[in-house]
């Protein structure tokens, strides 16, 4: 994919739209932070959709994000080491970009 046909996004790397989302985009946003995406990449990356199609959010913070995978995933994947080790760094903040979802409000 070049960079003429990536959806347009904000300063922070976010979609602008999230209908624009493709496997194709989040393959090269992964790719921009060094991130290889694997099956469970690509689980959390689905249930992140599932959810924003549900609740028309991101989840709004870390702590959030891990609840809400582990209510649905459960405990293996739903912690913070599991989502820092695929998503380094802020994983739901990482993980929503790559999803193409909105930036989540309360992660800096």
């Excluded at 209510?71 to 990482?94: C, D, R, V």
Aim: proline residues 6%; hydrophobic residues 35%; contains cysteine.
């Amino acid at each position: 994919m070049t960079s003429s046909t990536m959806p347009e996004r904000n300063n922070e790397g976010f979609l602008e739209d999230a209908h624009a989302w493709t496997e194709g985009v989040a393959t090269t946003i992964a790719a921009e932070d060094d991130i290889h995406l694997s099956e469970n990449h690509w689980e959390i990356i689905m249930f992140l959709r599932y959810f924003y199609k549900e609740h028309e959010i991101s989840p709004p913070s870390n702590r959030l994000f891990v609840k809400a995978v582990k209510e649905a995933l459960g405990e293996n994947k739903g912690n913070s080491i599991y989502l820092m080790q695929l998503f380094p760094g802020t994983p739901a903040k990482t993980a929503c970009r790559i999803a193409g979802l909105p930036r989540p409000t309360n992660c800096l």
